[in-house]
């Protein structure tokens, strides 16, 4: 009798193992969060963000400002908090600053942040930047920037979502996921310089920036297709970077990644034109996700009514992915470049 009992026991715990390796061992349903990203909210949101009630959003304007309690409002609503060591979603960005090289009498702007902190290694802290700001209303216009840089603004509402959705279902990324909104980029980059210069988390701890910036159209170059996307200085500072961007895409994603403009010749020189590049500057790696410019650029007919939400929700995907992996992977990428 005893020896029945110690076998089945033996046999009950052996299987009991098993079962919890194998869901140990398990892989997360990635494509499960992926998939949350969807046309329909982003085109909900930037119907919003890109409204004229927001007056173009120009830099520390009421615009602006009424744009940024909307983002604010729906972090609240999902229940995604700001970061540890902040005491609102708000980092102020003094109007000294902006001011102090170019003179244009700024006034005081906001970042906006939010935080998904990491399971594993919390300290370590993955960037996912898009600017909120327009250039405002010119000669009775309102320059509603749908694609720059709306599009980049709402993917980043439906980045923070996925990656919150996860970790409610236990599967919360590894390391830490700073969302952050910028302002002042169209007259300097101002936002993320001085997030780069103040920041909340050591710059040491910064693993990388994965910065979005105009997803929601396509250009002349690729007139017939909106399957693609620019990617900037993926390999600038890491290879491990490059790699990952590279493997998501092709694994998750399947558009068509063009580094035209990834050409340190590029007369265009949009490494150095958007967000990324103050975090890089620090020696962060950074990859900027990029449509190209069109010919509503800068123009009171960016408008919500020419953004192409397939393509836009293909791109925050990638951009959900790249992090996601980034965030998730065993060892921190290496900085094995030195950016030049």
Sequence with gaps: MKKRNFIAYLALFIFGSSISIFAQSKEVDVKKY????????LKTHLTIVASDEM???ETGSEGQKKAGRYLVEQY?????????GATSYYQRVPAEFMNKDSGENLPDSENIWAFIEGSEKPNEIVVVSAHY??????????????????SGTVAL????????????????????????????EEHGLYGSSYYSENPLFPIANTVADVNIDMVGRRDELHKDNNNYIYLIGSDYLSTDLYKICEEVNSKYINLNIDYKFNDRKDPNRFYYRSDHYNFAKHGIPVVFLFNGVHE????????????????????TQLGFSIAWEIANREDRIVVDKDGK
């Design 34 to 41: 992926i998939n949350s990203i969807t046309s329909n909210e």
């Design 296 to 315: 509503d650029y800068h123009k009171a007919t960016d408008e919500v009514s020419k953004i192409e939400f397939d393509a836009l929700s293909k791109r």
């Design 157 to 184: 509402l439906e980045i923070a979502q996925a990656f919150h959705k996860a970790k409610k279902e236990g599967h919360g990324p590894k390391r830490s996921i700073l969302i952050l909104h910028v302002t002042g």
């Design 133 to 150: 700001d327009h250039v405002g209303v010119k000669k009775g216009l309102v320059y509603n920037g749908a694609d720059d840089d709306g």
């Design 55 to 57: 007056e173009g959003r």
């Design 76 to 84: 609240q609503k999902d229940g995604i908090p700001f970061p540890k």
